[in-house]
């Protein structure tokens, strides 16, 4: 779709109010709505935000050392004509992911869309193409009358009970997606006491992730329409379930369509490219937590022996490793298990490509594959014993992790890692300057 194709859809659609959003370097959708008055105008020049709106945290306090500041103009974010949808839910209202702009109509270096394309097409000059699929899993919350928020205790694991119990939501979210053209593969109750899951159908990289993230505005959406709290914090609760965003990469052989991961044998289903690029993706595996799992409550998430992984370590079919082969030869892909809901998208899928592809580069070695032992179980002399490290531990660590890893800075230089690395740095700054209820309760009266 061109421009003009995007202001007929936008005449079609009836649309009176396009919300035209971008994602932030928190992950955030930040948007304006725009009246149908300026549709051309903006459609053809894009809409303006300031630069040094990239520095602001989570919090909305702006990193001090940030590139971009009062003084530092703007960005234009431009409709992306492939990436609109009308929002069923919503009176005569659409949505539109942007990207951005320079005030000279020129790419701007800091935009996170703009950053996937540039590592996709190392894979495309070398005719290789990626397919995604990002499966996010969620927990329901029902407000109480304190303020306070408890989970919707829907029924056990992967039960019909727990769909029953929400399946006029659930169905909704499927239905809702499926008229915006976003295919649903499936929906779940899962693991954790109040958790669904759902996957989209996998896609380009940039598609992928621009379908997921407007997925997760619907399931908040209509959660919201409910009373409910549709939360992608990653262990919102120490005893429940954390949420993961379970990444699947393909690579495929883009004249001939072959897929470039699959070759081996039925207990080797990797080719000689799918071990590199495992091999990369190990390699690389300390500094993608920096923008796989961004905040401090991902760590608290990342422990071992809870499916969701700690370890550094590769498998065939086994869901206590960090990078899982699912599906043997057939359709042979690679599953990344460590990330989560609060990374940045685009900036995620653009960590993980740009390690696989080092490891392409480098040939790097994976290693034998763990198939029969669920290593979260492995204690750390154990791990050691076996060569098995550990991801970071916390986010300070991964984010001197990502520092560190010039393949990945230089994925997303020259401008949006280190300021990404000030917005966090910022918030590990307020979560060491406040004061947890834990601490109230431990050290109150003590010693
Ligand atoms: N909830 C687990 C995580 O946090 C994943 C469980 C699964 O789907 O295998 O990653
Ligand atoms: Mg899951």
Not at 129 to 152: H, N, R, Y
Not at 198 to 206: E, G, H, I, Q, W
Not at 247 to 256: E, K, P, V
Not at 405 to 429: C, H, N, T, Y
Request: aromatic fraction near 10%.
């Amino acid at each position: 779709m061109n421009g003009q194709d995007l202001l007929n859809r936008l005449k079609e659609d009836k649309i009176e109010n396009l919300w035209v959003t971008y994602h932030d370097y928190n992950g955030r959708a930040c948007a304006k709505t725009i009246p149908k008055s300026r549709f051309a105008e903006v459609v053809e020049g894009g809409v303006v935000f300031a630069r040094a709106n990239l520095n602001f945290g989570i919090d909305d306090h702006m990193a001090a050392d940030g590139i971009w500041q009062a003084q530092t103009g703007d960005f234009l974010a431009l409709p992306d004509p492939d990436a609109y949808w009308k929002l069923p839910y919503l009176d005569k209202t659409a949505i539109a992911l942007c990207n951005m702009l320079t005030e000279e109509y020129q790419p701007f270096d800091g935009c996170p869309r703009q950053i996937l394309r540039r590592t996709l097409s190392l894979f495309a000059e070398r005719d290789m193409a990626i397919t995604a699929a990002l499966e996010a899993e969620f927990s329901l919350f029902a407000k109480t009358d304190d303020g306070d928020v408890t989970p919707c205790r829907a029924g056990g694991m992967f039960t019909l009970a727990g769909l029953n119990q929400f399946a006029d939501f659930l169905q909704d979210i499927v239905a809702t997606l499926e008229a915006m053209g976003i295919q649903v593969e499936q929906m779940g109750k899962e693991y954790g006491a109040s958790q669904f899951e759902f996957s989209v159908r996998y896609d380009a990289p940039l598609a992928a992730a621009d379908r997921y993230l407007i997925s997760k505005e619907v399931t908040r959406a209509l959660a919201l329409q409910r009373g409910l709290i549709a939360s992608y914090m990653p262990k919102p609760f120490t005893d429940l379930a954390g949420n993961g965003l379970h990444a699947n990469l393909g690579l495929w052989d883009r004249r001939a369509g072959g897929n470039l991961l699959a070759g081996g044998g039925a207990d080797n289903p990797l080719s000689e490219i799918g071990r590199q690029f495992v091999g990369g993706l190990l390699a690389h595996a300390p500094g993608l937590c920096g923008l796989g799992a961004p905040t401090v409550n991902s760590y608290k998430r990342l422990q071992p022996a809870s499916w969701a992984p700690a370890h550094i370590a590769w498998g065939l079919g086994n869901r206590g490793v960090l990078l899982r082969v699912p599906d043997g030869n057939k359709r042979c892909r690679v599953e990344y298990r460590a990330g989560d809901n609060t990374c940045n998208p685009y900036f995620f899928l653009t960590a993980l490509l740009a390690a696989g592809w080092d490891g392409l580069r480098k040939k790097a070695d994976p290693g034998a594959p763990f198939n029969d032992e669920d290593v979260g179980h492995f204690s750390a002399a154990e791990s050691g014993a076996r060569g098995i490290r550990f991801l970071p531990r916390s986010l300070p660590a991964a984010l001197d992790a990502l520092e560190k890893d010039e393949i990945l800075m230089s994925a997303l230089a020259p401008v949006a890692g280190r300021e990404f690395l000030k917005v966090k740095r910022l918030e590990l700054e307020t979560y060491n300057l406040t004061v947890h209820p834990w601490e109230r309760q431990m050290y109150l009266e003590a010693p």
